[in-house]
């Protein structure tokens, strides 16, 4: 099989930039403003949030199941119409369009803000799949993580460029500050709308379209064409525990990105100064985590990396839940007046160095493991999977903290984080390469 050339940069940092854009919207509106601003003040159910929370896992939740029902469909009909960067387009306006309306969210309108965030969040979810199918065109295999790697050391410095703004102009998230901190959406679709554009400039569309059969049209063609993959995965077991390892990991990674500053706001208290902190310090460890392992796992191989990142998210997580214990426990025997928030925020730097390259490894190992011709199907079953697990690991949670609280509830993530080590144990990454150029070289069926 001849070896795939490496893309010119140009089109690499295209790619990247799309990372580098939609991170606005996981950091601001998913992870430290917008959820913070709809549990605590849109519906402000205080003292203990849980009809917030439990709204906004909701809403996460049927975005994310949205995205499993046409992700797979979408992303066979991309492959057979050459169609990945229209697609991807339509993604993009959907999110910026959706996201700028979440203007109107104001107290009290809580089904306005849930209707915006389940069409933003289903707008970008779906266009991470989009975009991560373009990645195997992008470099021989050996290269693909670094390249992944950089994409998304690149989107956590869009993320950092984007809150910047939020947390020097707009303030804080409180009832008292809501008329500025609502401009929170306009903002992020701003961002993306604009730092979004080098994608589409630079990024090429490298498949050929083929002529429909007569009398069968694209939506026809596309569940056909998922019902012909999913008969044939039985042939790819590695791809298949990975989609699996995926679903566990996932779902413990929606829980923190979308509860850590709620986390920090309702269990933590922490002040304004510490928020601020743990953003900025969960950005820079986020990007270092994803470039230098994005460089390990090219040379130890991704699914060592992998399983190292799932190590760490699993201490992560238990010092997380420990970490009001950890500071009585230092005041009571060693006399040290360390606050909570403070062991907090160095406890999300541990989680911030695995959080974006555990993602990555597993967008990497997909793309040595799916065959060119089916890379957008592909990827749309890894969108699947992830999204799916949104939803299991969302709902978990917000069912779970109604019950016993969200510091006990917590640890469920850990859970899901060792079931997800588990299963990789089992994932042959030689294996899997081979599997996938074998069919490539059309020396396999599907």
Sequence with gaps: MSRRPRAPHREILGWAMFDFANSAYTLLIITVVFGDLFTRVIVGDAPDYRLGNLLWSLALAASYLMVVLVSPVAGAIMDYSASKKRFLFASYLLTVSTTAALYWAAPGQVWVGMVFLILSNFGFAIGESFIASFLPDLGPPEDLGKISGFGWALGYLGGLVAASFVLLVLGEVSAENFERIRWVGPWTALFFLVAALPTFLWLRERGT??????????????????????????????????????????????????????????????????????????????????????????????????????????????????????????????????????????????????????????????????????????????????????????????????????????????????????????????????????????????
Excluded: N
């Excluded at 190992?365 to 799916?370: D, M, Q, T």
């Design 209 to 446: 379209a083929r002529p429909l059969p007569p009398g069968l049209g694209y939506l026809r063609l596309g569940f056909s064409r998922v019902g012909q993959t999913l008969g044939h995965l039985r042939d790819h077991r590695d791809l298949v525990l990975l989609l699996i390892a995926v679903f566990f990991s996932m779902g413990g990674i929606a829980i923190i990105i979308t509860y850590t500053f709620i986390y920090g706001a309702q269990v933590i208290r922490w002040d304004e100064g510490i928020r601020t902190l743990m953003f900025v310090a969960v950005q820079i460890t986020a990007a270092a985590g994803s470039f230098v392992f994005g460089l390990v796992q090219d040379r130890v191989g991704v699914k060592r990396t992998y399983g190292l990142t799932l190590i760490l998210w699993i201490v992560a997580i238990v010092l997380i839940y420990l970490t009001p214990q950890i500071a009585d426990g230092v005041r009571l025997w060693f006399g040290l007046d360390w606050q909570a928030q403070h062991i907090f925020l160095v406890v999300g730097c541990i989680a911030g160095t695995s959080l974006g390259a555990c993602q990555s490894s597993t967008r990497a190992l997909v793309g040595l493991f799916a065959p060119r011709s089916r890379s957008a199907e592909l990827f749309g079953f890894w969108g699947l999977a992830m999204k799916l697990a949104s939803v299991f690991g969302l709902l978990g949670i917000g069912l779970l903290q109604t019950w016993f609280g969200l510091q006990q509830a917590m640890l469920f993530c850990a859970l899901l984080f060792a079931l997800a080590w588990l299963v990789a144990l089992g994932i042959d990454e030689t294996r899997g390469r081979r599997i996938a150029e074998e069919h490539e070289a059309g020396l396999r069926a599907w």
